[in-house]
């Protein structure tokens, strides 16, 4: 089961997202934070498959940068950290709606999504204006601009809010972070000097 498990961790994200639209459509009544959640949870399950399958290929662009060798396994096993980190920011303010302080991490995530993969174009050195994952990316920064928009415009959330939204994106996302690079057996405090090695090659 858990060998089952860590091969299919992105199919298994991808059925538990789909039962979760599923299920909400069928309660319907949702309220506008719910709607917006069942929109993340979409893109980021597209985001997953367009970053891995279709067309794939940021895993490797990551093991190329650190320099260590990824087997099929290890790659899909790197998927079980990423989606209990997803169903974690999503499920929670689908269920807790009224309390709209739930929703601002993964608004973060969304808009961190899109900025990441700009600057891994030049990071990763990629042809043409493109990293895998990009497309749906950009669309999960662009509805995190339009439920900020909307947050603030109807005075939903205050600003203190958003302090502990983003600090809390920020700590899950290092801690999921931490844990891939303990599973490829790399130390997280030596990636930022892997990131300046990888800008400073022509």
Not at 12 to 31: K, P, R
Not at 36 to 42: A, E, G, R, S, T
Not at 135 to 153: D, G, H, K, P
Request: proline share 3%; net charge positive; charged share 15%.
């Amino acid at each position: 089961m858990i060998k089952f498990i860590r091969f299919y961790a992105l199919e298994i994200y991808t059925v538990i997202s789909m039962q979760a639209l599923v299920i909400a459509g069928i309660v319907g009544d949702l309220s506008v934070i719910q709607k917006f959640v069942l929109v993340y949870i979409f893109l980021f399950v597209l985001h997953e498959w367009e970053e891995m399958r279709y067309p794939g290929g940021f895993a490797d662009l990551i093991a190329k940068m650190i320099g260590v060798g990824l087997d099929e396994k290890m790659k899909r096993q790197s998927r079980i950290t990423t989606s209990i980190l997803l169903l974690t920011f999503t499920i929670t303010p689908l269920i807790f709606h009224q309390y709209p302080i739930t929703i601002l991490p993964l608004a973060f995530l969304g808009l961190f999504e899109g900025l990441v993969h700009i600057f891994a174009i030049r990071l990763f050195k990629c042809p043409g204006f493109y990293s895998p994952g990009l497309v749906t990316a950009e669309i999960q920064a662009i509805v995190s601009i339009i439920l900020f928009v909307y947050l603030i415009r109807n005075n939903i959330a205050a600003g203190f809010d958003f302090v502990i939204g983003f600090v809390c994106m920020v700590v899950c996302f290092v801690l999921m972070q931490r844990t891939l690079t303990k599973m490829v057996g790399i130390k997280y405090s030596d990636l930022p000097k892997m990131l300046k090695k990888q800008l400073e090659k022509k």
